[in-house]
């Protein structure tokens, strides 16, 4: 999901939706991973109000939210996010700086007997909510922020 906007972000110097979606449109495989805006379509701000729509929609879809570290850094500062945590299953990817606050942070200790081991990742989508796996994967430490401003130059 591309958000139209965070709550807990300034949206000075964040790129518009269209091309933050046309971004992710681009990395997306457009069948199990599938980019949108859906936020924009339902009228929703919070994530929590969000994934409650999907459910009703889509009840027997099981959803897995691709966040990355960052995010579950700063869960804890979201609207119902022990609700997003118990209904959505969660791959956290790893972003530099962020990886050892986010393993140490209170979301993930919070959620900690609910966590999975990397090699069972690729059943996360079949396991019941709440469940949460820490990916490995390459890392990118060039920020959004950086990449836009080169973009614009």
Known sequence: MVSPGNPLKPQRGMA???????SARRIADGRRVLATAVE?????TY????LRQ????FPNTRF???MGADN???????????????HTRLAVMPRPTYNHRA??????QR???????ERSAPALAGLAAPAWVFLTASQNSQSATAIRARSQE
């Open 64 to 66: 897995v939210w691709l």
């Open 47 to 50: 994530t929590v109000d969000t």
């Open 54 to 57: 999907l459910h009703r929609r």
């Open 103 to 108: 393993l140490s942070g209170m979301a993930s």
């Open 40 to 44: 924009r379509q339902f009228h929703t």
């Open 16 to 22: 518009s939706l269209a091309e933050r979606l046309a």
């Open 111 to 117: 959620l900690r007997s609910q966590r999975i081991l």
């Open 72 to 86: 579950l850094v700063q869960l804890p500062r979201w609207r119902e996010w022990m609700a997003i945590a118990r």
